[in-house]
């Protein structure tokens, strides 16, 4: 009688010492960063008047104007669309490239069909960011389930959103060159292997004396 009461004491004591089963899909498990970027694409549009296939000296402000509010800048994307884009597409460049853009082909679909005479400006921009960075929503320990900080890939992941040049490539990436020198590619490393380590001539002789006496 006994023994068993003292199992009894033990497997209680026991219980009380389990954890809740973790998810097995829970993604902070894993091997992956949570917190990851998110690329948006965002289209914006307006419509000129371009009666004759080409825009007027009006339009073409009114198009530079409105580069001005949008912050045009590199990583923007610019279409025109329309009857009258491959007419207007002169002007449009010429304005476009005073921010140091080009126009690219085709256009993205927009909404609404565009009016008879008009042409239509398209700049597609693309954002990437990490949502909910900082996070620091779960203490970091003790952590029974043996998952990852909440924070983890907040710190990597969101400079690289900061500093990818085209955010897009984060979902698609580019196709590469099919004509690839090699020599070129490796010209940097080769410049790094046989330069000259920076202290070979010796450590040089500095007078901190005023007036070098």
Not at 97 to 122: E, M, W
Not at 160 to 181: Q, T
Not at 186 to 211: C, F, H, M, W
């Amino acid at each position: 009688m006994r023994t068993s009461i003292a199992f009894l004491l033990v497997a209680s004591t026991l219980a009380g010492c389990t954890t809740p089963a973790a998810r097995v899909d829970d993604p902070a498990r894993g091997l992956s960063a949570v917190n990851e970027p998110v690329v948006t694409r965002t289209e914006y549009a307006i419509d000129l008047a371009a009666p004759d296939g080409s825009l007027p000296p009006s339009e073409q402000a009114r198009l530079d104007a409105w580069y001005k509010g949008l912050e045009l800048g590199y990583g923007d994307v610019v279409y025109v669309d329309g009857p009258y884009a491959a007419y207007g597409r002169g002007d449009v460049a010429r304005v476009t490239g005073k921010y140091g853009l080009l126009v690219s082909d085709g256009a993205p679909v927009t909404p609404n069909a565009i009016a008879p005479g008009a042409l239509r400006v398209v700049v597609s921009r693309t954002r990437a960011t990490v949502p909910g960075c900082p996070n620091w929503s779960r203490p970091a320990s003790p952590d029974h389930q043996n998952r990852q900080i909440s924070n983890t890939g907040c710190a990597i992941n969101g400079n690289l959103a900061a500093m990818v040049a085209h955010p897009g490539d984060l979902v698609y990436g580019r196709e590469g060159d099919p004509l690839v020198d090699g020599l070129t590619a490796s010209k940097a490393i080769q410049v790094y292997r046989t330069a000259k380590p920076t202290g070979d001539g010796g450590l040089k002789e500095v007078n901190t004396k005023k007036g070098g006496n």
